[in-house]
């Protein structure tokens, strides 16, 4: 069988990210990609500039494999199963997870991000959970319930990963801190003083700098 020459981006991509998998990106180098796909160094320099630019598409692709995680159906409750399908990414791509939230390149992570929580809202748009609640109500429990997942996510994949990989351990609490913090901030909602859920000013800043996007992606679901 001839010897192949010709690659698309997603499969010189996708190579990168394999090799990221196994090894991080100790494992990952221009050369590795060429012999993995069993080419030359050319079709890569061809797409990407640098390593630093492959190293960005692969960090975009496990995004996108993160999102398909918490697309799927883990309990039933759509806000719930969010949070599961983002641990269980971290234990099934343990390498692929530290490698997209290494600090690496702080622009594109706060970019996927932001790109990561409109994608979550879409789905939550109607949740009954939030409903009766304002934007920024609901923005103060998604955030922390995020910083939740995230520590739960690190620590399934660290030294804490066995005792946490008890059948529905982690099920459990996700379900139990996400009533916890929905009933909690909801208490604190309905107190005559309608400033107390903001105890951290930075959490504040944060949702009025991208408030703007907030609305616009609200405004756009409630019409399709």
Not at 39 to 54: D, R
Not at 143 to 149: I, N, P, V
Not at 168 to 190: C, D, P, Q, T, W
Request: aromatic share 12%.
């Amino acid at each position: 069988m001839p010897r192949k020459t010709q690659f698309t981006a997603d499969e010189i991509v996708e190579a990168a990210r394999d090799l990221v998998r196994e090894n991080g990106w100790e494992g990952l180098s221009v050369k590795a990609v060429a012999q993995k796909i069993g080419s030359s160094t050319m079709p890569i320099y061809s797409y990407f500039e640098n390593l630093e630019k492959l190293k960005d598409a692969v960090v975009i692709n496990g995004w996108g494999l993160l999102m398909a995680y918490e697309g799927r159906s883990y309990t039933g409750d759509v806000w719930v199963d969010h949070s599961m399908g983002y641990i269980q990414f971290a234990m099934d791509e343990e390498n692929l997870f530290f490698c997209m939230f290494d600090g690496r390149n702080i622009e594109l992570q706060r970019k996927m991000a932001l790109a990561h929580w409109k994608f979550l809202y879409v789905g939550l748009k109607d949740y009954p959970g939030f409903e009766g609640l304002e934007l920024e109500q609901v923005f103060l429990i998604r955030y922390s319930r995020a910083l939740f997942t995230h520590g739960l996510a690190a620590a399934a994949t660290g030294n804490w990963g066995k005792l946490l990989q008890v059948d529905g351990m982690i099920e459990n609490l996700v379900m139990a801190a996400s009533r916890a913090l929905l009933e909690g901030y909801r208490k604190n909602y309905e107190h005559p003083n309608k400033n107390i859920a903001f105890l951290d000013e930075k959490i504040k800043s944060m949702f009025e700098a991208h408030k703007e996007d907030f609305q616009k992606e609200v405004l756009k679901n409630s019409k399709g």
